[in-house]
């Protein structure tokens, strides 16, 4: 698959409408929240539903997309996230015009949140399988790290934006109803112009190909991956829950009233998206690093992030630590998940997909809640949890055997087709 292809850009804007849409509702939320008089904890709790049901239904699509095809699972995927921002605006308006009280109008928004959690892994699986049907392994770092950027991109995007788009009459629901619009033209775009995700799948090597990836996660090839993936991204997750707090004490010692941060919050957010961008769109394609360097300095640089955190008081040591956290972050996705698509065969690169697709949600179901009453209980308890957590990551990337060998898994990479054969789209 040539990176520079219409198609390639498609899948680009598939990952990045997704990503910015949710970091657009993230940035509203704790106003919508304190509208309503909702507790925080209470808000978040909706999200970690959302999260668990992203959890549990991402090995279905995973599974769907070998049978049903990428294509038409990445459509699933963004008509739940068009149906979900939907829901949500309309749930916000009701709630922020009296149309219904604050608790039915919270219902209606967690309801409407389930919906992604339901629907939203099935898009960004399905691509991340599209691209490794299509690609050599010598092709796959670098395209599964421009998938990733994508997503950096999109959390610069959605916080950017959404300041402009609270609107006169549907006020703080308008940045919801603005992506879900956006998600729709992403939808018909995909419908239209994205060649077929069908390809004709070649049996593994390994004799593998009837398990269809059932239990996969406790293949010792996919294990290690596994466990570093949900070590790095749930201390990723901790520092973006605990950040807003501690941007907000950090500048109320320096004599910031409440409703002046709201700017230096977002500022923080950007120079951590702006670094995230910097490994994948940068550093990773000049270095040319292997997945296992990839995860080596992912996990060292994010262990040095929330080091910092602990060392560093101030607003701008904050902003400086979630920035070198950030990096660590944009080095270490693209190589758990290039890795793992390398270690299996090509029958099963969707129930791979699935499987670190469904790190997202198990970050966002716990660790955000324990990050957030760590930092109730002592400022440098998260990071703190978060040294350990990452030390204990690096130690993986350097003792465990799957994660210490380099290219190639199965064969050399540069002779090795790719994971499937094209389809009607021919090599493009």
Same mark, same amino acid.
């Given at each position: 698959m040539n990176l520079r292809s219409p198609a390639f850009a498609i899948l680009f804007f598939v990952s990045l409408i997704a990503a910015a849409g949710n970091m657009a509702l993230q940035s509203v939320l704790p106003l919508i929240g304190r509208e309503f008089g909702l507790a925080d904890t209470l808000v978040a709790a909706a999200f970690a539903v959302s999260a668990l049901l992203w959890t549990l239904t991402s090995p279905h699509w995973a599974r769907l997309s070998d049978t049903l095809g990428r294509k038409r699972v990445m459509m699933i995927g963004l008509s739940g996230f068009v149906l979900s921002m939907t829901?949500?605006?309309?749930?916000?308006?009701?709630?922020?015009?009296?149309?219904?009280?604050?608790?039915?109008?919270?219902?209606?928004?967690?309801?409407?949140?389930?919906?992604?959690?339901?629907?939203?892994?099935?898009?960004?699986?399905a691509s991340q399988a599209y691209v490794a049907d299509r690609t050599t392994p010598a092709q796959r770092t670098q395209a599964m790290s421009l998938l990733a950027s994508a997503q950096g991109l999109g959390t610069v995007v959605g916080p950017t934006l959404a300041p402009f788009l609270v609107l006169p009459v549907i006020g703080l629901a308008g940045p919801l109803y603005v992506f879900a619009a956006i998600g729709l033209i992403v939808l018909i775009v995909v419908w239209r112009r994205l060649p077929s995700g069908d390809v004709v799948r070649t049996p593994s090597t390994s004799g593998r190909r009837d398990r269809t990836g059932k239990g996969l996660w406790r293949d010792p090839r996919v294990r290690d991956f596994l466990l570093f993936g949900l070590l790095v991204t749930g201390a990723q997750a901790i520092n973006i829950s605990v950040l807003g707090f501690h941007v907000i004490?950090?500048?109320? @010692?320096?004599? %910031?009233?409440?409703?002046?941060? #709201?700017?230096?919050?977002? !500022?923080?957010?950007? &120079?951590? $998206?702006?670094?995230?961008?910097?490994?994948?769109w940068g550093l990773i394609p000049l270095l040319k690093l292997e997945p296992r360097d990839l995860m080596r300095w992912g996990a060292g640089l994010a262990l040095v992030g929330n080091l910092m955190s602990i060392a560093a008081p101030g607003y701008y040591g904050v902003v400086i630590a979630y920035a070198v956290v950030s990096m660590g972050a944009g080095f270490a996705r693209p190589g758990f998940t290039a890795g793992s698509s390398l270690a299996v065969g090509p029958s099963e690169q969707g129930a791979v997909a699935g499987l670190m697709?469904?790190?997202?949600?198990?970050?966002f179901l716990a660790p955000p809640v324990i990050g957030v009453?760590?930092?109730?209980?002592?400022?440098?308890?998260?990071?703190?949890?978060?040294?350990?957590?990452?030390?204990? @990551?690096?130690? %993986?990337?350097?003792?465990?055997? #799957?994660?210490?060998?380099? !290219?190639?898994?199965? &064969?050399? $990479?540069?002779?090795?087709?790719p994971a499937s054969q094209p389809g009607p789209e021919g090599g493009r």
């Amino acid at each position: 698959m040539n990176l520079r292809s219409p198609a390639f850009a498609i899948l680009f804007f598939v990952s990045l409408i997704a990503a910015a849409g949710n970091m657009a509702l993230q940035s509203v939320l704790p106003l919508i929240g304190r509208e309503f008089g909702l507790a925080d904890t209470l808000v978040a709790a909706a999200f970690a539903v959302s999260a668990l049901l992203w959890t549990l239904t991402s090995p279905h699509w995973a599974r769907l997309s070998d049978t049903l095809g990428r294509k038409r699972v990445m459509m699933i995927g963004l008509s739940g996230f068009v149906l979900s921002m939907t829901g949500f605006g309309l749930a916000t308006t009701a709630g922020l015009q009296g149309w219904l009280g604050a608790v039915a109008a919270f219902v209606l928004m967690a309801v409407a949140r389930s919906l992604y959690g339901l629907f939203g892994s099935a898009a960004p699986i399905a691509s991340q399988a599209y691209v490794a049907d299509r690609t050599t392994p010598a092709q796959r770092t670098q395209a599964m790290s421009l998938l990733a950027s994508a997503q950096g991109l999109g959390t610069v995007v959605g916080p950017t934006l959404a300041p402009f788009l609270v609107l006169p009459v549907i006020g703080l629901a308008g940045p919801l109803y603005v992506f879900a619009a956006i998600g729709l033209i992403v939808l018909i775009v995909v419908w239209r112009r994205l060649p077929s995700g069908d390809v004709v799948r070649t049996p593994s090597t390994s004799g593998r190909r009837d398990r269809t990836g059932k239990g996969l996660w406790r293949d010792p090839r996919v294990r290690d991956f596994l466990l570093f993936g949900l070590l790095v991204t749930g201390a990723q997750a901790i520092n973006i829950s605990v950040l807003g707090f501690h941007v907000i004490d950090e500048m109320a @010692a320096a004599g %910031t009233g409440r409703d002046q941060v #709201a700017p230096f919050i977002a !500022l923080a957010m950007f &120079a951590g $998206a702006t670094a995230t961008l910097l490994a994948q769109w940068g550093l990773i394609p000049l270095l040319k690093l292997e997945p296992r360097d990839l995860m080596r300095w992912g996990a060292g640089l994010a262990l040095v992030g929330n080091l910092m955190s602990i060392a560093a008081p101030g607003y701008y040591g904050v902003v400086i630590a979630y920035a070198v956290v950030s990096m660590g972050a944009g080095f270490a996705r693209p190589g758990f998940t290039a890795g793992s698509s390398l270690a299996v065969g090509p029958s099963e690169q969707g129930a791979v997909a699935g499987l670190m697709m469904s790190l997202a949600g198990l970050s966002f179901l716990a660790p955000p809640v324990i990050g957030v009453a760590l930092y109730q209980l002592a400022e440098p308890a998260p990071f703190v949890a978060n040294g350990l957590f990452l030390a204990l @990551a690096l130690a %993986t990337c350097l003792f465990s055997p #799957a994660l210490r060998r380099g !290219l190639p898994i199965e &064969a050399d $990479a540069s002779d090795q087709p790719p994971a499937s054969q094209p389809g009607p789209e021919g090599g493009r």
